[in-house]
């Protein structure tokens, strides 16, 4: 069974950085368009930033630009998500997911298009 397992979510303090792991399971990781989401409680789960399939192409939420990157290295089956200048709103659980139907070289924003998802770690950002 193909799995996504995060790790890297903790506390931290404004200003400072985390850098999230999503380790996949599969071999045929290659094949797919990544993508990190998060959720907060009551919220619906938003996009943060994707990745392609080749690592050539990125996009970001408004929130993410400038502060967050994304990145993976296909050899160990692995997406990543460096976060820097944290901010408390950017408190929440971090999820990753992967766009395995038809494939698009630019990967989607929307979570609707994402069909494999992981159990999600949490970030906390305090003040």
């Known amino acids: 069974q193909v799995q996504l397992v995060e790790s890297g979510g903790g506390l931290v303090q404004a200003g400072g950085s985390l850098r999230l792991s999503c380790a996949a399971s599969e071999r045929t990781f290659p094949a797919y368009n990544m993508g990190w989401f998060r959720q907060t409680p009551g919220l619906e789960r938003e996009f943060v930033a994707a990745i392609s399939r080749s690592g050539g192409t990125t996009d970001y939420a408004n929130s993410a630009k400038g502060r967050f990157a994304i990145s993976r290295d296909t050899a160990k089956n692995t997406v990543y998500l460096q976060m820097n200048s944290l901010k408390p709103e950017d408190t929440a659980v971090y999820y990753c997911?992967?766009?395995?139907?038809?494939?698009?070289?630019?990967?989607?924003?929307?979570?609707?298009?994402?069909?494999?998802w992981g159990q999600g770690t949490q970030v906390t950002v305090s003040s």
């Open positions: 997911a992967a766009q395995r139907g038809i494939y698009n070289p630019v990967p989607s924003t929307s979570r609707y298009d994402y069909d494999l």
